[in-house]
């Protein structure tokens, strides 16, 4: 299964294995955005994917992470 965090993103949760969720393209790095994410969670964040570096996609990895404690894997621009 995936959710998607809603209009105007493009933040997909796609399923692990035993309810563990990884984070396609966690967004900008907007504490609004964040909080939306993080409630939008379907499970426990297992992994971060950044697919491009736009400033709509990857910057809230870094967020993420410093929350969830997963790996980001692939690239980040700086907010």
Do not use: E
């Amino acid at each position: 299964g995936s959710v998607m965090t809603g209009p105007g993103t493009n933040t997909y949760f796609v399923a692990g294995a035993d309810n563990t969720w990884a984070v396609i393209d966690p967004g900008p790095d907007d504490p609004a955005h964040f909080d939306a994410v993080m409630a939008a969670a379907p499970g426990p964040v297992k992994w971060i994917f950044a697919t491009h570096t736009h400033m709509d996609h990857s910057p809230g990895a870094v967020r993420l992470r410093a929350a969830t404690g997963a790996p980001v894997i692939g690239l980040v621009t700086a907010a």
